[in-house]
């Protein structure tokens, strides 16, 4: 027997329209009557007339709108995070509503309500009984536009920042555009006293009287030079960051001043600078060696490092840049300076062999390179699953070789919320302090040991 076929369930798209403008226009009106509580009290949203309602309405914000710039390759994964991040942050970071009352609106429910009451309120020729009631909003107008304009583009900034990857070669880039809607002359726009036909209404209604705001998600490439050092020719990647400038985002190069440098030959860039560039070496280490997959943790430790400018000179114009996170040590770059620019070569972790502590550690305790691999602590992952510091002679040993800021990391890490993100739990605790006081033989009687224990 065969099956009886079901009519297929007509479907008026035309009325499925209305009723979402509907839901819509209802979700409005409810986010206007809770302004209009938090501005003064809820009697103030019946103060408005019919007809002013619809008006501030049709002059409502439009969502808004992220799209990537033309010519721009951003992956579609990549730019759906980042338009997940800026709306995400509209819902969440608030503004003042009336100076000193504590009530706080969303950058959302700004954008979609409150821009439209401001110029209700501040420019519409409309006077009605309780009108001035609104006075207390509209003073603060200017302060809160530029604070809405300034937090929109640091949202986007900080969402652009978060997926920036110096080893992909590009920052991505963000720009603010308003556009304010024109009103035609030939429109009259419905009034309290006006009478109105419906096909007027529906005419005017019809128009887009809505402002709308877009972002713009560009990237800005990164130059790549080749840079000759000891016959060798090595590939650099431009280090700089990227500023906000009259709404759209403008580049820097980092320079390191040469005052801290004393290069053997004679630089004619001396009074500038010379420009940084690193090496994808470099970059590759401190993965490994940090363990954490996510490049904004790379980005603030690199530029924190080339701002400081904290350096080690060391022979052949090479030189240690000394390298923080949360404040503490944790490593350097190793850098070399030519005649035109410094090239970051590699990075080092504290305990690494190369570095004034790593060459400390092994006097003190004899571990040598092989040891450190096998017992994982030339990485900051290997230390922070391991049982250290428990070890209160072996943490001593450490400290005394100057490696305690990358135990105090450690600590951090595992046991404060908002950094244990940082530690990869899936690795098995590393049992590494008994075979490090058993097996190794530590040098309690060095001077350094001695002078920090006492």
Known sequence: MAKKKHAKKYVNVIEQQKQQEARYKNLFMDKLRNLCAQIESP???????????????????????????????????????????????QL?????????????????????????????????????????????FVEMREERENAY??????????????????????????????????????????????????????????????????????????????????????????????????????FHH???????????????????????????????????????????????ILMEAVMHGEIIRMAKNRMLITCYTNELKIGYFLAEATNSVILIRTFLLLTNGGTPEGDKLSRLTG??????????????QGLANSDIEQNETICNLFRAAGCGSILELCKKINNEPGMMWLLNTSQPKNIIADLISEYLKPNTDEEEYVEYVS
Request: positive net charge.
């Open 254 to 300: 980092f320079t390191l001043s040469l005052n801290d440098i004393h290069l053997k030959q004679r630089n004619p860039f001396s009074k500038s600078g010379l420009p940084i560039y690193i090496q994808q070496h470099a970059l590759d280490r401190m993965r490994e060696r940090l363990g954490i997959d996510i490049p904004a943790f790379y980005n603030v």
């Open 149 to 250: 304009e300034n937090g929109i583009l640091n949202i986007c900034a900080l969402a652009c920042w978060v997926f920036d990857d110096i080893g992909r070669k590009y920052l991505h880039t963000c720009k603010l555009e308003t556009t304010v809607p024109s009103i035609d002359s030939g429109i009259q726009l419905p009034r309290n006293d006006a009478k109105v036909s419906r096909r007027e209404v529906e005419r005017v209604t019809g128009q887009d009287f809505r402002l709308h705001q877009k972002v713009t998600i560009g990237i800005h490439p990164l130059e790549t030079r080749k840079i000759s050092i000891g016959g060798e020719t090595h590939s650099g990647i431009q280090v700089g960051m990227l500023f906000q400038v009259n709404y759209e985002s403008r």
């Open 43 to 89: 009697t103030l949203f019946h103060q408005i007339p019919p007809t002013e309602k619809i008006l501030i309405y049709m002059f409502r914000g439009a969502p808004l709108k992220v799209v990537v710039a033309k010519g721009a390759k951003i992956q579609k994964r990549l730019m759906d995070a980042l338009v997940k991040i800026i709306k995400s942050h």
């Open 92 to 136: 969440t970071m608030k503004l003042e509503v009336v100076k000193g009352s504590g009530e706080m609106m969303t950058y959302a429910d700004y954008l979609l309500v409150g821009m439209s009451l401001e110029y209700h309120a501040k420019d519409s020729d409309v006077d009605y009984p309780g009108k001035e009631r609104f006075a207390k």
């Open 367 to 380: 571990l040598q390179t092989d040891d450190r691999k096998y017992l994982a602590i030339d990485t900051l």
